[in-house]
């Protein structure tokens, strides 16, 4: 059976007046459905421009430069603009860290909710007031028939997140692309949407993609990772066994820097040096500048994506038999 999304070998290039910049190089990772996928690295990483891609929404310098990416059994790729956008309105959905990014202040949240559901479905103004009802009734807001008649600025932050995901769910989506959705929230707060989103793949029968720097988000909600380094995922696997046995070094240090990830008395560790730019990327694996066990070869040789060890557990690192302990 095939997946509900499966992206192949993909490469984003930027052509700038200097050459080619390479921000995507060569991904792969499937995704099914009631699947929920953590995209995880630093800024930089590419995990936003991967987001982006699957939805074919990369704006010019940029473009996909090769690989593939099928969706519904459908090469995206190979479908007009029109086909894509029907997909992207319908079928993909996606959330951003600032809701208002996706509110219009100027609207009630009711007008933006109906018009949306008018725009893609053929129903009448009251049947898509009834499901503008029904998507804030899924998301938990309160009162939701007084919200349809508020202002984006008369809800809080955590509302108005809660509320664009009712209006990402109002075509049926079966895939939801949330990039960093909750950087901007409480921690109390950000746990909710979290727990939300988690059911809502349940029950919606839908895929989640979630794109963030926060290990820590990721491991409570999603059933597997991909870590991201300079355009390349350089760690894959299963959740539990990347958070407990992380193998490659830039993994590692991002779980050493989480809070609570310390003995009492240590403090916490950071990564030393900073993600590469696209116009930098050093040679060999391009985490070697910032690696506390390169070697020579490190400098040279770009290390593939291996197995690491268990089932379904890849990494890429020169020196995987030095990474097995924590
Ligand atoms: Fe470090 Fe070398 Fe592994 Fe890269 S390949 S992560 S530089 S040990």
Known sequence: MSHLLEVQDLKV??????????AIDGI????DRKEKLGLVGESGAGKSVTGFSIINLISKPGFISGGKVIFE?????????????TIRGNRISMIFQDPMM????????????VETVLAHRNVSHKEAQQIALEKLQKVYIPSPEKRLQQYPHECSGGMRQRIVIAIALLTDPSLIIADEPTTALDVTIQAGIMDL??????TENMGLILITHDLAVVSQVTEKIAVMYAGKIIESGPTDLIVKNPR???????????????????????IP????????????CAFHPRCEISET????????????GQPDHLAACHLLHKTREN
């Open 13 to 22: 290039t930027f052509a700038l007046r200097f050459g080619d910049l390479t």
């Open 28 to 31: 792969s990772f499937f995704l």
């Open 73 to 85: 059994g459908r090469e995206l790729q190979s479908l007009s603009h029109k086909e894509i956008r």
């Open 102 to 113: 996706t509110l219009n202040p100027v609207l009630t949240i009711g007008t933006q909710m």
């Open 197 to 202: 989103l988690r059911e809502l793949c349940e």
């Open 248 to 270: 490659h070094p830039y993994t590692k240090g991002l779980i050493h820097s989480l809070p609570g990830s310390h003995r009492p008395g240590e403090s916490l560790k950071q």
């Open 273 to 284: 040096g900073m993600m590469p730019t696209l116009t930098d990327i050093p040679e060999g």
């Open 297 to 308: 070869v490190c400098t040279r040789v770009i290390p593939a994506l291996q197995t690491a």
